[in-house]
């Protein structure tokens, strides 16, 4: 098994970055022909999917994403002053957290002949929910 870390830099609360060329370039280093990698958060506020890459669409994920699990919505997790050993700088962020569930924090794609196998207009993406920050997405071939 061969693996490398990324770092994806986020400037907004949500964002979408498309990660597909990194993962092919690191196949190309690799020199494996066939397997299959998989790409995975090292974080609980990110959101790991494959689909398309297009504007409008991205723009009812977030929507979507705001529908289903609503920043302002009372969490439990954003009652600070109840947990403990948190930093001071530790955001209300639930909302980010259960979106990540939704979404979930890996995808595995298949490659043959050293090329990712996705579809015309898939890439692998990685969804910033709780942005900005510069986060850490491991890449692994099998």
Not at 51 to 61: G, H, K, Q, T, Y
């Amino acid at each position: 098994m061969l693996t490398e870390t990324i770092q994806v830099k986020s400037t907004s609360s949500f964002s979408c970055h498309p990660i597909s060329e990194s993962i092919q370039s690191f196949l190309d280093t690799s020199q494996q022909l066939e397997g299959v990698v998989c790409a995975f958060s090292q974080h609980s506020t990110v959101g790991m999917i494959v689909n398309e890459m297009e504007e409008r669409l991205i723009l009812d994920l977030g929507k979507w994403l705001e529908e289903m699990a609503p920043t302002a919505q009372g969490y439990k997790h954003d009652d600070l002053h109840l947990r403990e050993n948190i930093p001071e700088d530790e955001p209300k962020n639930a909302h980010s957290h259960l979106r990540a569930l939704l979404l979930g924090n890996h995808v595995s794609v298949p490659f043959k002949n050293g090329k990712l196998q996705l579809g015309k207009y898939q890439e692998i993406i990685m969804v910033e929910l709780d942005g900005p920050r510069e986060r850490n997405i491991v890449i692994s071939i099998q």
